[in-house]
Nanobody, 127 residues
Framework: QVQLVESGGGSVQAGGSLRLSCAAA????????MGWFRQAPGKEREGVAI????????LYADDVKGRFTISQDNAKNTVYLQMNSLQTEDTAMYYC????????????????????WGQGTQVTVSS
């Protein structure tokens, strides 16, 4: 019954910005953490950024540090990803992820740490 509702994807030129949003809708309980993964054509899926409910701490992939910022509204189970200085290499399908309390306490950019996945939103960066 939990659905991750995403918005904000689209097409942008290199150097531009986009902001992604994701909310855990339906009958979702408060989440331990939420974040984003992505998969580019011909590439493996990789973690992008995660934010934790308890302390607001974050994890970022090395190739997005300094360009992407993740934030949250804990009461609404909502997460945002501000993406600046976008590069063609950022072109990918972006997936929202969420982890309910009691699922895991491991903090890492790993698919196994998250129980809910969104349908994905496409981000295309052209040059």
């Amino acid at each position: 019954q939990v659905q991750l509702v995403e918005s904000g994807g689209g097409s942008v030129q290199a150097g531009g910005s986009l902001r992604l949003s994701c909310a855990a809708a339906g009958y979702a309980s408060r989440m331990n953490s939420m974040g984003w993964f992505r998969q580019a054509p011909g590439k493996e899926r990789e973690g992008v950024a995660i934010i934790y409910d308890g302390d607001g701490s974050t994890l970022y992939a090395d190739d997005v540090k300094g360009r992407f910022t993740i934030s949250q509204d804990n009461a609404k189970n909502t997460v945002y990803l501000q993406m600046n200085s976008l590069q063609t290499e950022d072109t990918a399908m972006y997936y929202c992820v969420a982890r309910p309390y009691g699922f895991s306490k491991t903090r890492a950019l790993s698919e196994a740490n998250f129980g809910y996945w969104g349908q994905g939103t496409q981000v295309t960066v052209s040059s």
